[in-house]
């Protein structure tokens, strides 16, 4: 299920459908941190996806999309503080 719920949000990331992306990301890396734990491969693989969304919707100016989600919200600070 993570794995398809990571797919899906690959997808709508490539097509700009940020806001759609990150709840699925989220959900993806729910159930992979309760199912795998946190230094799983496959766990580090969607996080890392999540933060190549984070990265392009700071590149796109809209983080003013994203929930408030801690996790969203932790992981675009540090995206913000290393975007130039």
Same mark, same amino acid.
């Given at each position: 299920?993570?794995?398809? @719920?990571?797919? @899906? $949000?690959? #997808?709508?990331?490539?097509?700009?459908?940020?806001?759609? $992306?990150?709840?699925?990301? #989220?959900? $993806?890396?729910?159930?992979?941190?309760?199912? #795998?734990?946190?230094? /799983?491969?496959?766990?580090?693989?969607?996080?890392?996806?999540?933060?190549?969304? @984070? &990265?392009?919707?700071?590149? $796109?100016?809209?983080? /003013?999309?994203?929930?408030?989600?801690?996790?969203?919200?932790? @992981?675009?600070?540090?995206?913000?503080? &290393?975007?130039?």
């Amino acid at each position: 299920m993570a794995t398809s @719920l990571n797919n @899906l $949000a690959v #997808l709508y990331r490539s097509q700009g459908r940020y806001s759609e $992306a990150e709840p699925l990301y #989220l959900a $993806a890396i729910a159930i992979v941190y309760q199912r #795998l734990g946190e230094n /799983h491969p496959n766990t580090q693989t969607i996080l890392g996806n999540f933060v190549v969304l @984070l &990265q392009a919707v700071v590149a $796109a100016g809209q983080a /003013h999309i994203l929930s408030d989600h801690p996790l969203t919200q932790d @992981l675009l600070r540090q995206v913000q503080e &290393q975007s130039p």
